[in-house]
């Protein structure tokens, strides 16, 4: 970031007290910060902390006669080469996708033939309603780049999406939108499932497998670093959510199959999760034991897949993971054919991968298959990113 020069504006929310942190890390990292705080970011962050912090000026009113003689909201607008707005509220998006300019900050915004990157930040509620996702669409079809809110507590009480990335994890989209050969990925929207699901047998029993979910989150954690907008569909695992990645929890197939569909259309989709072939009819009370073997109706689940594979909004590549206990090439490559997908990236769970820190897999597609050796399971990852970015890239 040598050299950049970085234009950030604050929008009004609690989430406005870590743009004083970010302008130190981007400041450490060799850019050049100048601010524009709207009045209600001001009432969570002041210019002076920021001007000092920034060792600049900060600009607050659109307004100012000595910087309006110059024609200043423009000068500001065209001088910088990144606008930044973090935290962006769902108040500055509405205003932002609807073309209004009615103070500095969104005059900015208008006025800009620069690259734009949105960090959206409010209550869960707020960032789920339909107004926001439209607000959100009609932005990143503009061409603004829009991340994902951080999922957590909240300032209100609430748990969910909404919260704003940390600082560093926006420093890094930050470097991104800077130099986008850094980040093959960047402006793909990868679509990830991971862990396992878990279909209901009665209000306290479940069918279930031994997926870890550690892979499939090595995965979307690689994809997000490699600069993509990362969806991760993850079944009932209590892992971290890596950074920068929009996850959706659900616990049974059809639960991820409903995700999964609602999550298109995306540039590349890596099904990692183990997903249960079969569901049975819930008992609507605890089943007890007394009564003997219960006799449990069994009814296969959605292939999710398959479905994927066949749909109209197909991804421009789909990856499926099979996990196998004897002849797991062999196997991997009969169902790469069977469900369609362009590669199989199999694996022998026989000793006991699925909670393990470390994979050995076969990468197959159409030109053969690939026997990779033993390695850590982010290692795995981070190689079957490079081999998606080689795909995309035409390498």
Not at 82 to 95: E, G, H, I, S, Y
Not at 186 to 209: M, S, W, Y
Request: charged share 20%; glycine share 8%.
């Amino acid at each position: 970031m040598n050299g950049k020069r970085i234009l950030l504006i604050i929008g009004g929310g609690i989430a406005a007290y870590k743009s004083c942190e970010l302008v130190r890390v981007l400041r450490r990292r060799g850019a050049s910060v100048r601010c524009v705080v709207t009045k209600s970011g001001q009432k969570f962050v002041t210019p002076m902390t920021l001007a000092a912090l920034s060792e600049d000026k900060v600009y607050t009113d659109l307004f100012d006669l000595k910087d309006e003689a110059e024609m200043g909201h423009i000068q500001l607008s065209r001088q910088a080469d990144l606008l930044v707005v973090a935290p962006a509220t769902a108040d500055l998006m509405a205003k932002m996708a609807a073309g209004i300019a009615d103070d500095l900050a969104t005059t900015l915004l208008l006025a800009t033939d620069k690259p734009v990157l949105v960090v959206p930040a409010m209550n869960v509620r707020m960032w789920d309603h339909p107004a926001t996702r439209r607000n959100v669409a009609t932005l990143r079809a503009d061409g603004l780049t829009v991340l994902d809110p951080d999922e957590g507590p909240m300032a209100c009480g609430e748990f969910g999406p909404g919260r704003l990335p940390e600082p560093e994890a926006i420093a890094d989209a930050i470097a991104t939108q800077l130099d986008p050969a850094a980040k093959p990925l960047t402006g793909k929207h990868a679509l990830v499932t991971a862990g396992p699901t878990q279909e209901p047998i009665d209000p306290v029993r479940v069918i279930a497998n031994r997926s870890s979910g550690l892979q499939g989150f090595a995965i979307a954690e690689a994809l997000a670093k490699a600069g993509a907008r990362v969806t991760l569909v993850a079944g009932p695992v209590s892992l971290p959510t890596p950074a920068g990645v929009n996850r959706i929890n659900v616990e049974t197939a059809a639960q991820m199959a409903a995700a999964v569909d609602q999550s298109l259309p995306a540039d590349v989709a890596v099904m990692v999760a183990a997903v249960a072939d079969w569901r049975v009819d819930a008992a609507p009370a605890k089943l007890k034991k007394e009564a003997g073997p219960p006799q449990l109706n069994w009814q296969k689940n959605p292939d999710i897949l398959a479905t994927l594979c066949a749909s109209p909004q197909r991804p421009h590549l789909v990856i499926g993971f099979a996990a196998e206990t004897e002849d797991a090439a062999d196997q991997g490559a009969a169902k790469r054919l069977r469900k369609g997908c362009d590669w199989i990236v199999a694996n022998n769970v026989s000793q006991d991968p699925m909670g393990g820190t470390q994979n050995r897999v076969h990468l197959i597609h159409a030109d053969g298959t690939e026997n990779w050796d033993r390695m850590d399971k982010a290692q795995v990852a981070q190689q079957l990113v490079q081999r998606i970015s080689d795909a995309f890239c035409g390498n």
